[in-house]
């Protein structure tokens, strides 16, 4: 049924929110979203709105934004909690093409109808889980959208995000940065470095590397050709992200923040 039919949240975006609040209790919620407001409203096809009913002939609201940080805009401390929802929102998505590991079985949430979006990027069933260019009105760089599968045996699972896991490998890595290669960048703990070297790689002339955690081609060649001019890098080789480089990226982006 379509908009406003008196809609409730899908159970599965509940167990979502709060894990996020648990892990995140301090995150800012000024992108948060989830029963569709009145731009929503005027499009009845959003998951945003209620269109899709449960057994009882309730509409069911099927999307949710979660907001990536602190303000509007991304900053280093804005993007935690972005990273850490889309990492488990797009392993759980990969679980019924056999991507991931973190969960052993297919989520019943991210079944089919369910799909990510955040920093340009989407990622669905018909993508088979890859990330690919977002061309919407919306960006998604002040949050995370999940839209959860369509069959009511998915989008009221309880079952966990395992945000608390995400989370732990993401801070992990804030507190130290991994010698990364793209034979290792596959692994979730990397998958978050990643995210880190290609925002670092963004400060600079070009600013146009997805930020999506996986070290394909692009990425490796925009570390290959900074390494090329940074003398203070005696390691270079190719791809490899080492501490030297870490460091020099890092003091690159200074100048150009």
């Not at 669905?124 to 260019?133: E, F, M, V, Y």
């Amino acid at each position: 049924m379509g908009w406003p039919n008196d809609p409730r949240p899908a159970k599965s975006l509940l167990v979502l929110n709060q894990e996020v609040n648990k892990e995140f209790p301090n995150r800012d919620h000024a992108s948060d979203g989830m029963i569709g407001d009145v731009r929503h409203q005027h499009e009845p096809t959003s998951d945003h709105n209620g269109w899709v009913s449960d057994d009882q002939g309730k509409g069911v609201v099927r999307a949710d934004d979660v907001d990536a940080g602190p303000g509007l805009n991304p900053n280093e401390s804005h993007d935690e909690t972005g990273d850490v929802v889309a990492e488990a929102a797009l392993a759980a998505l990969r679980t019924h093409f056999g991507l991931f590991k973190i969960f052993k079985t297919k989520h019943p949430a991210m079944g089919n109808g369910a799909y990510v979006i955040h920093e340009r990027q989407i990622a669905s069933h018909k993508t088979k889980g890859k990330l690919i260019p977002y061309s919407g009105v919306d960006p998604h760089t002040s949050h995370v959208h999940i839209s959860v599968a369509l069959a009511q045996s998915g989008y009221d699972s309880l079952r966990s995000w395992k945000i608390a896991e995400f989370a732990g490998h993401s801070a992990a890595v804030s507190k130290k940065l991994p010698n990364l290669n793209r034979l290792n960048s596959h692994k979730p703990r990397n998958r978050f470095a990643v995210r880190k070297l290609q925002r670092l790689l963004n400060y600079g002339p070009h600013k146009d590397i997805a930020v999506d955690g996986d070290y394909g081609p692009e990425t490796a060649a925009r570390v290959k050709e900074f390494k090329s001019i940074r003398p203070s890098i005696p390691n270079k080789s190719g791809w490899v992200v080492g501490q030297a480089t870490w460091a020099a990226l890092k003091e690159r982006k200074q100048r150009f923040t």
